[in-house]
């Protein structure tokens, strides 16, 4: 079955430290991939999209992300968090069915 | 422009009781989602519209969840005879079409419904 997989449930980095939240799909072709970030009482908000070409993708918020086939990864990466940045963040397929298909998330806590 | 928008913000029933749960997606988009968010946990597939087409229900959890789109506009979710387990953030999402590979297939959320049975 597809699915994406985000192993950490929760991470905790200093402001100005550089992130790396992780995420693996299982999918037989090349899927189209998405992260979003959830703030506290706030809906999701699209930050960067992966459908084909280039494998390094640029975001909105500093934010970029690397889709590696060979691994079947697409790691999402900051390379100075800000306080702001805490929130939730989903690592999400799309699959040839129309459907969305989500990570459980990575709860990203951001210390002075 | 305008986002999605869902209403209410927060509802708090009691359990038995039927709810409606509305959504306004984006204008000029013809796909919307309805997705299930419980405490902690990722996002649930509910129900999906396109335009004209049946709808494609096979995420709703049981015959007590219905939705409704009215042409390319509103949509609502019924819950009926709420149980406390439905307590969730309910959210809504569209997206311009719904055709492999294309740019259209980016889905934009609303804020949700927290739903709160009790």
């Known amino acids: 079955a597809q699915s994406v997989t985000q192993p950490d449930i929760h991470i905790t980095v200093s402001e100005g430290a550089s992130l790396e939240l992780r995420c693996n799909y299982s999918?037989?072709?090349?899927?189209?991939l998405f992260w979003y970030v959830q703030s506290p009482g706030q809906g999701l908000q699209l930050l960067l999209k992966?459908?084909?070409?280039?494998?390094l993708v640029q975001g909105i918020k500093g934010f970029e992300a690397e889709f590696k086939r060979s691994q079947s990864s697409f790691n999402l990466r900051k390379p100075s968090v800000h306080w702001s940045d805490a929130a939730e963040y989903f690592c999400?397929?799309?699959?040839?069915?129309?459907?969305?298909?989500f990570g459980q998330g990575t709860e990203l806590s951001v210390k002075p | 422009g305008a986002g999605v928008s869902q209403s209410p913000s927060n509802k708090v029933t009691e359990k038995g009781k039927d709810v409606e749960l509305r959504c306004d997606p984006i204008?000029?988009?013809?796909?919307l989602y309805w997705y299930r968010q419980r405490l902690g946990q990722g996002l649930e597939f509910l129900i999906y519209?396109?335009?004209?087409?049946?709808?494609?229900k096979s995420g709703l959890p049981s015959d007590r969840f219905s939705a409704e789109r009215t042409g390319e506009s509103v949509s609502t979710l019924t819950i009926q005879r709420t149980q406390q387990e439905d307590s969730a953030v309910y959210l809504c999402?569209?997206?311009?079409?719904?055709?492999?590979?294309?740019?259209?297939?980016?889905?934009?959320f609303g804020p949700g419904t927290r739903l709160l049975v009790l």
């Open positions: 999918y037989g072709a090349t899927p189209y």
């Open positions: 999400v397929a799309y699959n040839q069915g129309g459907k969305l298909i």
């Open positions: 999402a569209s997206s311009l079409w719904r055709v492999s590979g294309r740019e259209g297939e980016t889905q934009y």
């Open positions: 204008s000029g988009h013809t796909a």
């Open positions: 519209f396109q335009g004209n087409s049946a709808p494609d």
């Open positions: 992966y459908f084909s070409g280039d494998t």
